[in-house]
């Protein structure tokens, strides 16, 4: 179950812990971590408890896979409470992406500076496993690697070519062929990973083009049917661009 894995992920890190680093245990259960002397304890419950963390005061909280929680806003009004806010106490929602849903919008708060999260991104090309050797030299087949490569380049990437290297028998071998799928299980930037994850009537690769432009939309508003015809109304808060 979801809670006996992050039990485990727990269990783990304690044990990982350098010597002079690891609390002692008290008590240990699938629900529980208790360390001795420290009035300390490690807590898990699962996103299918819509009062998980109600029941106790909170100073850091790590919801894993948040974008896939069934009941976000019942957790968040417990676990919101749960948590003071005084210095040394956090949340952290990790997710990967799944779609236009309550992770993206909370994502996009974070990043207009509307809420008091840290808008924090993650792209596969950071993890240095993500590397492949270089055979036979390399060039940029098309414009994504030319511009992933540019990407990286402005971040101070090194090893480029190996990590394209990598991508490319990563799309062929483990995505299908799919680059759509590739961008979804490993996003380079953030509209790639609500996009790529989310179901799309359009081109996502053509979406995520137009989202990079960062232009005005012409309206926002809503499609409605009237009188047996769907129209456009514009609304301030609508749905399409």
């Given at each position: 179950?979801?809670?006996?894995?992050?039990?485990?992920?727990?269990?783990?890190?304690?044990?990982?812990l350098?010597?002079?680093?690891?609390?002692?245990?008290?008590?240990?259960n699938?629900?529980?971590?208790?360390?001795?002397?420290?009035?300390s304890?490690?807590?898990?419950?699962?996103?299918e408890?819509?009062?998980?963390?109600?029941?106790?005061?909170?100073?850091?909280?790590?919801?894993?896979?948040?974008?896939?929680?069934n009941?976000p806003?019942d957790?968040?009004?417990?676990?919101s409470?749960?948590?003071?806010?005084?210095?040394?106490t956090?949340i952290?929602k990790?997710?990967?992406a799944?779609?236009?849903?309550?992770?993206?919008?909370?994502?996009?708060a974070a990043?207009?500076?509307?809420?008091?999260?840290?808008?924090?991104?993650?792209?596969?090309y950071?993890d240095?496993?993500?590397?492949?050797?270089?055979?036979?030299?390399?060039?940029?087949?098309d414009?994504?690697?030319?511009?992933?490569?540019?990407?990286?380049?402005?971040e101070?990437?090194?090893?480029i070519?190996e990590?394209?290297?990598w991508?490319?028998?990563c799309?062929k071998?483990?995505?299908?062929?799919?680059?759509?799928s590739?961008?979804?299980e490993?996003?380079?930037?953030?509209?790639?990973?609500?996009?790529?994850?989310?179901?799309c009537?359009?081109?996502k690769?053509?979406?995520?083009?137009?989202l990079?432009?960062?232009k005005?939309?012409?309206a926002?508003g809503n499609?409605?049917k009237?009188?047996?015809?769907?129209?456009f109304r514009?609304?301030?808060?609508?749905?399409?661009?």
């Amino acid at each position: 179950t979801e809670s006996e894995r992050c039990d485990q992920m727990a269990k783990l890190f304690q044990e990982q812990l350098a010597p002079h680093l690891r609390p002692v245990e008290k008590r240990s259960n699938e629900k529980k971590l208790e360390f001795e002397g420290l009035h300390s304890q490690i807590l898990i419950d699962t996103a299918e408890n819509k009062r998980a963390g109600r029941m106790v005061t909170t100073q850091f909280v790590h919801l894993s896979e948040y974008a896939f929680f069934n009941y976000p806003e019942d957790v968040m009004l417990g676990m919101s409470q749960a948590v003071p806010s005084l210095p040394g106490t956090m949340i952290i929602k990790e997710s990967t992406a799944n779609g236009f849903n309550h992770f993206k919008t909370d994502w996009d708060a974070a990043v207009a500076n509307e809420n008091d999260y840290v808008p924090i991104f993650i792209p596969w090309y950071w993890d240095e496993g993500y590397k492949m050797p270089v055979e036979n030299g390399f060039s940029c087949v098309d414009k994504t690697e030319l511009a992933l490569s540019a990407q990286m380049a402005s971040e101070g990437i090194d090893f480029i070519e190996e990590r394209l290297t990598w991508r490319r028998w990563c799309i062929k071998n483990n995505c299908a062929g799919k680059i759509s799928s590739f961008q979804q299980e490993y996003p380079s930037t953030p509209e790639e990973a609500f996009i790529a994850s989310g179901e799309c009537a359009f081109s996502k690769e053509e979406l995520i083009k137009q989202l990079k432009l960062n232009k005005k939309p012409l309206a926002i508003g809503n499609i409605i049917k009237c009188d047996h015809a769907y129209q456009f109304r514009t609304a301030a808060d609508g749905d399409f661009l």
